[in-house]
């Protein structure tokens, strides 16, 4: 069945500690890829995406994403964490091809310690 | 800036009372979406629409319809709520992909949360 794997449901990290956020997909083809963070009382908003081309993706806040298509995963990483950073973060693809529907992965909650 | 506005940020509803929940944006973008957000799961797609009056299921379209009269506009509606309906509402936009337009992307309202007792 088509999917969407985020393992983490929750981590923790200290600030300034590097991040890594996992996300793996089971569809045939490359899908579209995208990371957004939903910060607490807020909607989604997103932070970066992939079409193709370069498989390191640059976003915003400090973000970037690469993508493995052997493992068929779009890793969501950050070198130093904020405070600010706290927020649940979802990894989506759109396997539409041009509709934008979106599927979800259950999304992992970052916890940041001072 | 691209606005998804909502009708309420929090609502209270009976067992079998008829909801409405409102979605409007501002981006003139063909594609809107209205999807629910539970701990756990993510966020699973209600239905959605590629243009005024068109309408498609999505993955948990039972015990919700919506409505699309205006392209800014977008609808859903809990015929007759049930507790199983309580849960975080989100409603985002988009505009057709054209290409591989750096613009394409969904954009999300504050959500409604619901509670039906």
């Known amino acids: 069945a088509q999917s969407v794997t985020q393992p983490d449901i929750h981590i923790t990290v200290s600030e300034g500690a590097s991040l890594e956020l996992r996300c793996n997909y089971s569809y045939g083809a490359t899908p579209y890829l995208f990371w957004y963070v939903q910060s607490p009382g807020q909607g989604l908003q997103l932070l970066l995406k992939?079409?193709?081309?370069?498989?390191l993706v640059q976003g915003i806040k400090g973000f970037e994403a690469e993508f493995k298509r052997s493992q068929s995963s779009f890793n969501l990483r950050k070198p130093s964490v904020h405070w600010s950073d706290a927020a649940e973060y979802f990894c989506?693809?759109?396997?539409?091809?041009?509709?934008?529907?979106?599927?979800f992965g259950a999304g992992t909650r970052l916890a940041v310690h001072p | 800036d691209v606005k998804v506005t909502q009708s309420s940020r929090y609502l209270v509803k009976r067992t079998g009372e008829k909801v409405f929940l409102e979605c409007v944006q501002d981006m003139d973008h063909e594609n809107m979406f209205w999807y629910r957000q539970d701990p756990g799961l993510g966020l699973r797609l209600i239905y959605f629409?590629?243009?005024?009056?068109?309408?498609e299921k999505g993955d948990i379209p039972e015990g919700y319809s919506v409505s699309r009269e205006k392209k800014e506009r977008f609808s859903l509606i809990l015929e007759s709520a049930s507790t199983n309906q309580t849960s975080m509402y989100l409603c985002a936009s988009s505009s057709l992909m054209v290409g591989l337009s750096l613009s394409y992307e969904q954009y999300f309202g504050p959500g409604t949360r619901l509670t039906v007792t």
């Open positions: 629409s590629y243009d005024v009056k068109m309408k």
């Open positions: 989506a693809v759109d396997p539409s091809g041009g509709y934008n529907k979106l599927i």
């Open positions: 992939y079409f193709s081309g370069d498989t």
